[in-house]
């Protein structure tokens, strides 16, 4: 199984400044992801991160809001761009191999206040 | 549109009960079916799901899916006041997990 490490792990911010959050694997992975969890909800996918190429976002997230970069195998970040007081919640990075069917590790999430 | 249903909610209990959380599936490109536990931030793995009718089984936890009727169960036997967290239920439509809302298991000594 992957070990997948992020930082921060929490972060206070206040409206409209950014903040990228960092998520590291300790094996070389083919899929990332970026997941947001808000108070009480369930997880919410907001983008596959591609190595080399730009991130494939779900419907209702954009490029502009959350900046994703993927350098290698092993690395990705999200910024969270010009935050509103609604982007508080939890980040949580994910990663796991193609192949049809392959388990899918977390991060231990970073939990964002925007203020 | 793709959806994953979990019931119940929420569940109560006292230690040594067992109980059966539910999940029930309506995907297009069906792979898997995960299933995860969540205490505080970051859901944790229990079982990866991609054939019906083969128990996947680690201690106290247990669970199977029926891939005709599109659903799957969660079973935890003689409950711990450890076992209280949200489960989570996932399932890959291609490469992309889809969730459930989670069922809240509270379990009192």
């Known amino acids: 199984s992957a070990v997948i490490s992020q930082k921060p792990s929490r972060d206070i911010c206040q409206r409209g400044t950014s903040l990228t959050i960092q998520c590291q694997v300790d094996s070389q992975v083919t899929m990332m992801f970026w997941y947001r969890q808000q108070p009480g909800q369930s997880l919410t996918l907001i983008a596959t991160a591609n190595q080399g190429s730009e991130a494939t976002y779900e419907s209702g997230f954009v490029i502009d809001k959350f900046p994703i970069s993927r350098p290698n195998l092993t690395f990705s970040t999200l910024t969270v761009s010009n935050m509103s007081p609604e982007d508080s919640s939890i980040y949580l990075c994910s990663a796991g191999d193609t192949g049809g069917s392959y388990e899918q590790y977390f991060g231990p999430g970073t939990r964002l206040t925007v203020t | 549109e793709d959806k994953v249903v979990q019931s119940p909610l929420s569940l109560v209990v006292h230690e040594g009960d067992t109980v059966t959380l539910n999940c029930s599936y309506e995907?297009?490109?069906?792979?898997?079916l995960l299933w995860y536990k969540q205490e505080k931030k970051a859901p944790t793995f229990l079982f990866m799901l991609t054939s019906s009718g083969i128990e996947k089984k680690s201690g106290r936890l247990s669970s199977i899916l029926d891939k005709k009727e599109l659903f799957s169960i969660l079973n935890i036997t003689a409950t711990q006041t450890g076992d209280s967290a949200v489960y989570l239920c996932?399932?890959?439509?291609?490469?992309?997990?889809?969730f459930g809302t989670g069922t809240r298991l509270q379990v009192f000594p």
């Open positions: 996932a399932v890959r439509d291609t490469d992309k997990l889809i």
């Open positions: 995907v297009t490109n069906f792979r898997s």
